[in-house]
Each structure stands twice: as C-alpha cells, then as structure tokens.
C-alpha cells in the first residue's frame, strides 16, 4: 500500500493571503495524483487530478504541482469559502490511498 | 445536475453485516464512462477506499477489506449497495458512494468527481 503523508495538520492563514499544502507518498506515484476539498456535512469535492489539472469550475486560485513523492496543493488570495479539509489521493497503485487532510483555519 | 444519496441503517450490532445502499439521480449509473464506489473515514482519521463497481458488475477491492465486502449494482433503479460483514467498532465511519472518472491520461476510472453527502454508521451493541 502507498501511505500518503500530508504536512501540516492544522494550516492557519488570514483571508487573502496565499497557502500550501504538502503532500508526500511513500513511493512514486508519477503525476497520479489528486486533491480534495472537504467541508464538514459535506460532499468532499476534486480540485485537481494529474497533480495540476484543475476539475472542472474549480477556480484558478487553486493550483497543484510535483510529481514522484512530493506534492504541492497552493490556493493564492485564500477567500472565506477555502477554509475547509483538504486531502490528497494517489491513484498510481490500483488501491487509492488519501492522505491524512490538512485543516486549513482561519487565522 | 447528478446526485448521489447514501441510505441504511445508522447502527449496527457488533459481529453483524453493515448494509448501505447509494442512489443516484441525474445521470444513469449505466455508463460505459465511470465507476461507483464505496469510501470511508472513520473518526478522526483520513478516507479510506473501500471498493469499485462498474454498471455491469465488475467489481474491485480494497484488499485489506476484500474478505468482508460485497459491493453489489441494481441498473433497473440506478443504485449501488455496499455489504460488510463481521462489523467491529474499527468500522464505525461516515460512509460516502462516489462517482469514478477517468483523469487526464489515464483512462480508467481513478479519481472520485462527485460523492455523495456521507452517512454516518456506528457499530455498537
């Protein structure tokens, strides 16, 4: 199984500024990866796949990058609405892991 | 607009069979294009993938829980079930179905693009 590992647990950013997330797997994962954004009573929702594709209506603010083990989720000029739970899910090996989440709060 | 609904029982019995049914609405679940799936997370904890059913009954397992799972598809009223048997407290979770797309240059099923709100299952006597 690949383990993926988020960094940090809890991020605390004021609105407006920018924020990054990490996420690293246990082995390579080449550029299967994606992101979620994940709220509590809600349905979690993909931000990225491909390691920097964004779904669709996902707004420009949100972007990914890396490729192998290393992983960056970065949400420029954060708004009210990002502050939320987001994961991470490699699907490179045919069982998908996620990461742990990071919460990302309101500084 | 597709939607998916998570339904069943929210307590189940130590050594019994955990039972949840996802209905989808919006789109029809026998398309050629996706997967639907079972995911869950328990308390504090991150998601786990539990296992993938195609509109004609192909299924794939998350090893680890492969023993217990029976992930079952109803085409006639557009609606996968999840069975898991043997429940312990480590299977108290929120419960989620989800929609598999393709993404990018793979062109399997891999990423989860809609999900369903989640149903919370406890287990305990």
Redesign the interface.
Request: charged fraction near 5%.
């Given at each position: 199984?690949i383990v993926?590992t988020q960094s940090p647990a809890t991020l605390s950013v004021s609105p407006g500024e920018r924020a990054t997330l990490f996420c690293r797997a246990s082995q390579g994962v080449g550029?299967?990866l994606?992101w979620?954004q994940h709220k509590p009573?809600?349905?979690?929702?993909?931000l990225i796949?491909?390691a920097s594709?964004r779904?669709t209506g996902i707004p420009a603010r949100f972007s990914g990058s890396g490729s192998g083990t290393e992983f960056t989720l970065t949400i420029s000029s954060l708004q009210s609405e990002d502050f939320a739970v987001y994961?991470c899910?490699q699907?490179n090996n045919?069982?998908?892991?996620?990461?742990?989440?990071t919460k990302l709060e309101i500084k | 607009q597709l939607q998916l609904q998570e339904s069943g029982p929210g307590l189940v019995k130590p050594s019994e069979t955990l039972s949840l049914t996802c209905t989808v609405s919006g789109a029809s679940i026998r398309s050629n294009d996706y997967y639907w799936a079972w995911i869950r997370q328990p308390p504090g904890q991150g998601l786990e993938w539990i296992g993938n059913i195609y509109f004609s009954g192909t299924t794939y397992y998350n090893p680890s829980l492969k023993s217990r799972v029976t992930i079952s598809v109803d085409t006639s009223n557009n609606q996968f079930s999840l069975k898991l048997t043997s429940v312990t407290a480590a299977d108290t979770a929120v419960y989620y179905c989800a929609r598999v797309a393709a993404a990018g240059d793979v062109v399997v099923p891999v990423v989860f693009d809609f999900w369903g709100q989640g149903s919370l299952v406890t287990v305990s006597s």
């Open positions: 199984e993926m550029s299967n994606a979620y009573g809600q349905a979690p929702r993909l796949y491909g594709t779904a994961c899910q699907y045919w069982v998908y892991s996620f990461g742990q989440g | -």
